[in-house]
């Protein structure tokens, strides 16, 4: 366990759904993160929020809208997706000051966009 | 782009041999981690060792890193079958205000027993 929790698991959707991640760490950090891992890509940075604003935006379609109601919960709404986001979701956290710079991540949402 | 580049992609090795790992990258560095995947699970950070250090040692792991050369090697001693994972280094670049960690593509280990 690192102290940051993810639902749910396993994700399947259609195109025109509306679902949402939910993140939650347990570590106290100011920091929280949401990657995306493909097959046989990097882990893609999507978002950051550092106290609760966000301060990264990868070039992320529309079609993710993050939200960080508070330094312990991030969600990432989803809607009409595409098949090529399917992937896993991983939420991370840390604490951004002179002392902490690892992150801890979540085990992730496995989604599939049918 | 400025990701790390992991190099081998694959590796396998027999249970009790050691596994090298390795991490380039382009530009100058505040500090290089290393974290493992199991597979489709959330990544673990094993250890991180800042630009200003030349090796660092966490159990089994032995991280080195050469700022001239642009490179970082990791190595795990004895392997075990649990070992098994997919390893990435990813990189915080200098530069103020980035919160960003960039990611390889990882080095699958294999550990066969």
């Known amino acids: 366990e690192t102290g940051v929790t993810q639902t749910p698991r396993h994700l399947v959707m259609g195109m025109t759904n509306k679902k949402s991640l939910k993140c939650e760490q347990h570590l106290g950090h100011n920091a929280m993160y949401w990657y995306k891992q493909s097959a046989k890509k990097p882990l893609e940075l999507m978002f950051v929020?550092?106290?609760?604003?966000?301060?990264e935006n990868n070039s992320v379609p529309s079609r993710f809208s993050p939200e960080c109601p508070n330094s312990s919960h991030l969600f990432l709404h989803l809607h009409t997706l595409q098949p090529e986001d399917s992937a896993l979701y991983l939420c991370a956290s840390s604490q951004e000051d002179t002392v902490g710079e690892t992150q801890y991540f979540g085990p992730g949402t496995r989604l599939l966009v049918l | 782009s400025q990701q790390g580049e992991e190099d081998p992609q694959a590796l396998s090795i027999q249970e009790g041999e050691n596994a090298t790992m390795n991490c380039s990258y382009k530009t100058s560095i505040n500090n290089l981690q290393w974290y493992r995947q199991n597979s489709g699970r959330g990544l673990v950070h094993l250890i991180l060792i800042r630009s200003n250090e030349r090796e660092k040692h966490s159990g089994r792991l032995r991280v080195t890193l050469d700022t001239s050369k642009k490179s970082s090697s990791l190595l795990i001693t004895a392997s075990r079958a649990a070992d098994t994972a997919s390893y990435f280094c990813?990189?915080?670049?200098?530069?103020?205000?980035?919160?960003?960690?960039?990611f390889g593509k990882g080095t699958k280990l294999s550990v066969i027993p």
């Open positions: 990813a990189i915080r670049y200098s530069g103020a205000g980035s919160y960003q960690l960039t």
């Open positions: 929020y550092n106290f609760k604003e966000q301060t």
